[in-house]
Every structure is written in structure tokens, then in C-alpha cells.
């Protein structure tokens, strides 16, 4: 066996190094763009929230804009309340799916889809609603016992 020289030591050293910061920077950029990417899907949930909120403080009724209804104004909000609980556990949804939410705060979020599932007259919202989820997010939906069955 040949000796090998400190220089080349220093160079293949050198080589793992790069190559190692070359990686380190490419996972980093992968979880700048997960980061991205939820902080875009929980700014269109916000903006769907405040033009809820908006509609409320104008007296009006959101729900019954997008699913026609006579009711009066404490189901308005109660509709509009359970409209944006909808928003908030579909972006958590979406934190949890990127690695931004702990299984655990995930879990917790179980107990709520689980409430708002339960609420069985308010179930039209849900099977409005749905078409527009991911297939990801209907399968924890679906994988959900059925109170209203």
C-alpha cells in the first residue's frame, strides 16, 4: 500500500465538506419553501376569515351567500362561526401535512374536526365544503367515526 500524502487528506476533507454543505444548504431551501408554502395557505384562510367577519359586521350573512337560507340571526352566526372553524383546522391540517405542527398539537386538532363533525344539523356546510379540500385532508375527514349517521 502506498502512503498517502497530508495534502490529499486535506483535499478529500475538503471535498466532504463542501459536499456536505451543499447538501445542508439544500435541505434548508426545501424547508424555506414548506415554510412558504403554509404561510400561503394560512394567509387565503385569514382572507377568507375577515371577509366572513366582514359580511358579519355589515350585518349580513356569508353562509346564506354561498348556500341560501331563511334563519335567523343567531344561526347566521353560528353558521359563520363554524364556516371559519372550518378554515382554522384545514390550515392546521396543512402545518401538520408540512412538518410545521407536532403530533401532538395534531392530535389535538383531531378532537376538534371530531366537535365539528358532531354537529349534525350544520352537516350541509361540511358536504359543501368538501369539494373544495385536498383528497389528503378528506381522508382524515373520512377516517373519522360518523356521529350524524
Known sequence: MKKVSLD???QLFGMVGIIGSLVFVGLEMR???RIAISAQHQQ???S????IVGFLEGG???DATVRPDSINDMEIA????HQINWYFVENDFNQYQNGLLPDNDWEA???????LLSECDLRPIVDFRQRFWSADFMEV???IDDPCI
Open 8 to 10: 490529499v487528506w486535506i
Open 31 to 33: 424547508q424555506s419553501q
Open 44 to 46: 387565503r384562510g385569514a
Open 48 to 51: 377568507a376569515v375577515a371577509m
Open 60 to 62: 349580513e350573512d356569508w
Open 78 to 81: 353560528r353558521r359563520n362561526a
Open 109 to 115: 386538532k383531531i378532537n376538534i374536526l371530531e366537535f
Open 141 to 143: 375527514i373520512n377516517s
